[in-house]
């Protein structure tokens, strides 16, 4: 069977949410599954409007119990003064039971985010998802230096060891560059293979 891979974010202004599926084009691109699903927005939705919050998402809403269900789980939030968003820590916070149950042990896990600039938090952030995955005993994925766009120094471009990122800018304006989407992909590629490794 094709391992199934889970892609759960959360998005403010969509750089996140155009990052979810460039990493689930390398997963399907590898012949394994991939579920693309965001967390639930606590924001009322009339601040979210005035705030210019990206409010038209396909993804579905995941549920804390469906987590279970996939051979590996990549996170992505975007950063909040060097930690995940409220959003994902809202969601995380429901999964007690799936801790207590051991069911997500050995299972592949990853993270992948977006600051608004280059020291922003980026790596404390993907810290911070990958502690959530390792305390329910999950195999962490990384994000290799044989992507060689992790070494790029002629433009600013985030990625990181420790997963995929973005740089949205100080006011959310900047694109996803194409070397940050290259590499999402090539994340998403990779987690799935490891996945598929261990999910066999």
Known sequence: MSARILVLYYSTYGHIETMAYAIAKGIEATGATAVVKRVPETVPEDIAKANHFKLDQAAPIATPAELAEYDGIILGTGTRFG??????????DKTGGLWAQGALIGKVGAAFT???SQHAGQELTLMSLITNLMH????IASFPFSFAGLAEINEVSGGTPYGASTIAGPDGS???????????????KHVAE???KIAS
């Open 136 to 139: 329910y005993g999950m195999t």
């Open 114 to 116: 977006s600051t608004g």
């Open 174 to 188: 900047r694109a996803v560059s194409q070397n940050e989407l290259n590499g999402a992909e090539f994340f998403g």
């Open 194 to 196: 490891v996945t598929k």
């Open 83 to 92: 930690r995940l968003s409220s959003q994902m820590a809202s969601f995380l």
